[in-house]
């Protein structure tokens, strides 16, 4: 690194900013315009992602419980019915033995999306606290609960191929339920906050932090 960019420890400091959507740099001067690339609005910082991540956490949190509670699909064979719960599939699958499927559903039902929960609570209070350690380990975090999203759809897709197949009347059917619906929310909303919290916040709070120790430093 040459002495002329040495200096500058974010785009920001350049006179840069990032498009969202392509990445691509443009100078500073271009923030509210649109980009040459893609065409997508420019922003320092993605507006109010602290407050969308905030409401689409919450209200994935409020989905959970239903999500787990409610029966995600009704069964029914030879005119009777037997309604499932995530946690009682994973029970019926241990008390059969299959104790690997059992394990699996209880990871992408129940495992996957708390710690996406938790994982992203935990970056959010550290912005809002100003936590500044560990800020690897926080975007390590951060790339896990984004990439791990999509398997937390496993449920939703069992059901919706066990609908599709098993039509048979009274003699076996299979009918989806809340449950279900409520755990595909948690899914999205817990999608849709990593799509929208905006991990530059972590950095700037950090660079922040560490500016503010360099002041009190150079007072002594």
């Known amino acids: 690194m ?10 920001i400091d350049a006179g840069l900013l990032t498009c969202h959507d392509c990445h691509a740099l443009w100078p500073l001067t271009m923030e509210s ?3 040459r690339r ?8 993605k507006p109010n992602a602290m407050i969308r991540t905030w409401a689409l956490i919450l209200t994935a949190t409020f989905l959970l419980l239903p999500a787990n509670l409610l029966p995600i699909m009704l069964i029914t064979s030879l005119g009777h019915q037997q309604p499932a719960t995530i946690i009682g599939g994973v029970i019926e699958l ?9 394990f699996i559903v209880l990871a992408a039902s129940v495992l996957i999306p708390l710690g996406k929960l938790l994982g992203l609570l935990i970056m959010l209070a550290a912005l809002q606290l ?11 975090m951060f790339r896990l609960v984004h990439w791990i999203g999509r398997w937390s759809m496993l449920d939703i897709f069992v059901v919706a191929v066990l609908v599709a197949l098993v039509q048979l009347g009274n003699i076996a059917q299979i009918s989806g339920q ?7 929310g948690v899914v999205i909303c817990t999608m849709l906050a990593a799509n929208s919290f905006d991990t530059r916040l972590i950095w700037d709070r950090h660079m922040t932090q560490d500016t503010h120790t360099d002041e009190q430093r150079a007072d002594t």
Request: proline share 2%; charged share 15%; net charge positive.
């Open 2 to 11: 040459d002495n002329s960019t040495a200096r500058y420890r974010s785009a």
């Open 178 to 184: 809340p449950g279900a619906t409520a755990f595909a």
């Open 94 to 102: 241990g008390s059969h033995g299959m104790y690997g499927i059992a």
């Open 33 to 35: 315009e649109h980009c």
């Open 130 to 140: 100003g936590w500044t350690t560990n800020m690897q380990q926080k975007m390590a």
């Open 38 to 45: 893609c065409g997508a609005e420019l922003h320092v910082r």
